[in-house]
């Protein structure tokens, strides 16, 4: 199965959303935002900036 983001709402009233992977492992997770709109932009930009992605080791 592949991975798949969810979009909630959280206790607070803000809207977030979560990357799991295919077996539903939580891989990534979002800031709150104000509106469920700007989740969704959030999660639009991740698939469009993150396929080529590279690693940096900072330590």
Do not use: C, Q, W
């Not at 199965?1 to 891989?27: C, P, Q």
């Not at 969704?40 to 690693?55: L, M, W």
């Amino acid at each position: 199965m592949a991975g798949k983001f969810e979009l909630y709402t959280d206790s607070g009233g803000g809207h977030r959303f979560r990357l799991k992977a295919g077996n539903g492992e939580v891989i990534a997770s979002s800031e709150s935002y104000t509106t469920r709109s700007a989740a969704k932009n959030g999660i639009e930009s991740i698939k469009t900036n993150a396929p080529g992605a590279t690693v940096v080791e900072l330590d």
